[in-house]
């Protein structure tokens, strides 16, 4: 077992340097790091807003969400590209204890991206989420539910200004 911990110390303290995520893949959220303004409607219909980071970490094998809003409250996710199925997943929690698990690529001629929940008992996925850019500086992000026929609902549509 000491031989085992000692292993696994040994490979992570290993200089990957910084060029292990520059494949094109690892580009493919370019577009959603940085900093930007958030809006949207409450359900009551009040307007909310609030402030994104997005930012890349571990020489760019990471991007690291952090969403604060007064209204609803803070947020995070981690988001990476798995190179083993060739697919992104995103961790997202917030400060209620909800967490979300998603994974997906881009989408060809269509939104910028759209990563899915993965059903529990391996049916289609129960919920989506969907980034799409709108304009040079702006994008929408929609949390999307499955309906009953198959179709998606908008149930969270979040605006995107962006501010660096």
């Known amino acids: 077992m000491l031989l ?6 040994l490979v992570l303290a290993q200089d990957h340097g910084p060029d292990v995520c520059i494949a094109e893949e690892y580009d493919a959220f370019d577009f959603w790091v940085g900093e930007w303004a958030v809006t949207w409607a409450n359900t009551d219909g009040t307007p909310g807003e609030g402030h994104n980071s997005v930012r890349r970490l571990a020489n760019g094998c990471s991007i690291i969400e952090i969403f604060d809003a007064a209204q609803t409250g803070a947020a995070t996710s981690q988001s990476y590209f798995d ?6 997943h995103q961790t997202f929690l917030d400060n209620e204890g909800n ?6 690529n881009p989408v060809e001629d269509g ?3 759209i990563l899915e929940m993965a059903h529990p008992a ?3 996925p129960p919920a989506r989420m969907v980034w799409e850019i709108t304009g040079e500086n702006t994008l929408e992000w929609t949390f999307q539910s499955r309906t009953a026929d198959g179709g998606w609902l908008d149930s969270w549509e979040v605006r995107y200004t962006r501010q660096d």
């Open 99 to 104: 967490a979300i698990i998603v994974s997906g």
């Open 4 to 9: 085992l911990i000692a292993s696994a110390a």
């Open 83 to 88: 190179t083993r199925v060739g697919l992104w």
């Open 122 to 124: 391996g049916g289609p």
């Open 111 to 113: 939104p910028a991206m």
